[in-house]
């Protein structure tokens, strides 16, 4: 958690911090992202940036937090738009379309994604994968467990593979048509959000024996 002197920052110059860092860990990575950018770019010291955080470990789990936070949010805003009495097929490919949308017109968004993914330090890919993952799960698992009691996942499915596998394909669709090398099957690569939805549909004709039910 940032330090009490963070939140008796005013909330203009909190969120320039937050979304200049967003930019420089997005185009450089966490490990790598230039901490006097950051601080030079927001208007502060960069000395500010430890009287906020108590070490850059926190500083990295706070700007992926609040990047996926925010990710979270309008994607459940927008979850909660669509038509809930489709078989789960169609709810799911619904989501995936919206995920796909969402990625494509936010690249700031899209650029943390990334670096959260990416990161080659391994102490610091633990803290903001961990964080990035909790965000994912909050909508997975709630989902998951509903459209099992509905019917549309068989009750002998197993939820942690599924949960799983969703955890694998939400950021390989975010990431694999903007980063070259994600995807030698499919050629997602370049491919715009109407371009994707047949890759869609088939990756969830592959999941579907997983949890159909039977007949």
């Not at 966490?30 to 926190?58: C, H, M, P, V």
């Not at 942690?160 to 694998?168: E, G, I, R, S, Y």
């Amino acid at each position: 958690m940032p330090t009490s002197t963070w939140f008796r920052l005013n909330v203009a110059k909190r969120e320039r911090v937050l979304e200049v860092a967003m930019r420089e860990f997005g185009e450089h990575g966490y490990s790598t992202g230039s901490l006097n950018t950051i601080a030079r770019e927001a208007g502060i010291a960069k000395g500010s940036l430890f009287q906020y955080f108590s070490d850059k470990l926190e500083f990295f789990a706070y700007v992926c937090d609040e990047s996926s936070r925010r990710i979270r949010e309008e994607m459940e805003r927008r979850i909660a738009r669509l038509d809930f009495d489709q078989p789960f097929d169609g709810w799911l490919f619904d989501v995936l379309c919206e995920w796909s949308e969402f990625l494509a017109d936010h690249p700031l968004e899209r650029a943390v994604t990334a670096a959260t993914n990416f990161e080659l330090d391994n102490s610091v890919r633990s803290v903001v994968r961990d964080t990035s993952n909790q965000h994912y799960l909050q909508v997975i698992h709630p989902s998951l467990k509903l459209w099992q009691e509905r019917g549309d996942i068989r009750q002998d499915a197993d939820i942690q593979v599924l949960a799983t596998l969703m955890l694998m394909t939400l950021p390989f669709l975010a990431l694999a048509p903007y980063y070259d090398g994600l995807d030698p099957i499919l050629d997602l690569r370049g491919r715009g959000p109407a371009e994707q939805r047949p890759i869609i549909r088939q990756l969830i004709a592959g999941m579907r024996p997983l949890y159909a039910p039977a007949g």
